[in-house]
């Protein structure tokens, strides 16, 4: 069975951290691209980040706004996926959602073969 479970949402004021992770299973976890979305309340889904499979040595991407605040990483040991969110604001506000994709490319126009439930990220200014 294919699992995504993510962790370390919560509340946090804004210039706060928090750091997410994604422990993936039921899969080949360094074949596969994987990364966040975010959906804010009465919006669409939109991706965060994401990183590639071993393979492709790890590229990562990020969305314009979360540009430099934001550090995407994997460990291959523990088939995790982190994500570092530093100086939050108030507009991160959303439910994260871990993803994976066998194709890097499709996963950056939203694709992905497997989702994670989500997990609340609230910040408060």
């Known amino acids: 069975e294919v699992q995504l479970v993510e962790s370390g949402g919560g509340l946090v004021q804004a210039g706060g951290s928090l750091r997410l992770s994604c422990v993936a299973s039921?899969?080949?976890?360094?074949?596969?691209?994987i990364g966040w979305f975010y959906q804010a309340p009465g919006k669409e889904r939109e991706g965060v980040s994401c990183?590639?499979?071993?393979?492709?040595?790890?590229?990562?991407y990020y969305a314009d706004p979360v540009k430099g605040r934001f550090t995407i990483s994997r460990d291959s040991a523990k088939n995790t996926v982190y994500l570092q969110m530093n100086d939050l604001k108030p507009e991160d506000t959303a439910v994260y959602y871990c993803?994976?994709?066998?194709?890097?490319?499709?996963?950056?126009?939203?694709?992905?073969?497997?989702w994670g439930q989500g997990t609340q990220v609230t910040v408060s200014s």
């Open positions: 993803a994976a994709n066998d194709d890097f490319t499709a996963f950056r126009v939203g694709l992905a073969n497997y």
């Open positions: 039921g899969f080949t976890f360094d074949e596969y691209t």
């Open positions: 990183i590639s499979s071993r393979s492709s040595e790890g590229v990562t």
